[in-house]
């Protein structure tokens, strides 16, 4: 059973920094993409980052420059580290595995002073 936990969300002043962690089990984890999603309120969810099994990384052009996403093949775990974050950075990340199109359960993150 694929399962996939998110940890990290949180409020933060504008311009501070966040790390979110996925967790996910069931799955032969370092062959697949890796991704995280964000959905802001009556937005549809959109591609923040994705990482393929080999560590190849793709960026939202709003992120860009801001954001890391990263991953530990021992450790069953993906990353992204958020700085320099802005209010239009509020919304609920969600991890995402191309091991069948798998969702985690998303965590808040707001971004407001």
């Known amino acids: 059973q694929v399962q996939l936990v998110e940890s990290g969300g949180g409020l933060v002043q504008p311009g501070g920094s966040l790390r979110l962690s996925c967790a996910a089990s069931?799955?032969?984890?370092?062959?697949?993409?890796m991704a995280w999603y964000r959905q802001a309120p009556g937005k549809q969810r959109d591609l923040v980052a994705h990482i393929t099994g080999g560590g190849s990384t793709n960026y939202a052009d709003s992120v860009k420059g801001r954001f890391i996403i990263s991953r530990d093949n021992a450790k069953n775990m993906v990353y992204l580290q958020m700085n320099s974050l802005k209010p239009e950075d509020t919304a609920v990340y969600y991890c995402w595995t191309g091991r069948g199109g798998y969702w985690g359960q998303g965590t808040q993150v707001t971004v407001s002073s």
């Open positions: 069931g799955i032969i984890f370092s062959i697949y993409t």
